[in-house]
């Protein structure tokens, strides 16, 4: 047994080139079931799988929740990076923010400035500037 991993856009360049006959076959089938060279029996094995499939009322509720529940997926993903996004930009500039005030404590305390009146101005913590 051969499994191969198409991906279908990349393909249709390749196809003409190519000179895996079986391969081209099942591409086709992909494309277009109702266009297809019979010679292949798993491919006709699988034409007419396809038709009990479509047929079915259930199978085809079946194949709706799937691609439903796929569609779903990506959406969560989607919006749980946006919201991680947002939350890792905001963390980096309360960080950047504390860490630029930490440094303008520092050259104020070289300076001599009151430590009250640092806490004022950048917000930080008396016990911030104790640990400076």
């Excluded at 297809?36 to 799988?49: C, F, H, L, T």
């Excluded at 963390?91 to 005030?101: A, D, L």
């Amino acid at each position: 047994m051969e499994i191969c991993i198409i991906e279908l856009k990349k393909f249709k360049d390749f196809k003409d080139k190519s000179n895996h006959k079986d391969l081209n076959s099942w591409i086709e089938f992909i494309e277009s079931p109702e266009v297809v060279d019979m010679s292949n029996k798993e491919i006709q094995k699988a034409k007419k799988v396809l038709e009990e499939i479509s047929q079915d009322k259930h199978e085809q509720y079946l194949a709706e929740l799937r691609e439903k529940y796929i569609l779903d997926q990506k959406a969560i993903e989607s919006a749980g990076y946006d919201k991680g996004l947002k939350a890792g930009i905001e963390q980096g500039i309360e960080q950047g923010s504390k860490q630029t005030n930490l440094e303008i404590a520092k050259k104020m305390i070289a300076k001599n400035i009151d430590l009250k009146t640092i806490c004022e101005i950048t917000g930080l913590s008396m016990e911030d500037l104790k640990n400076l």
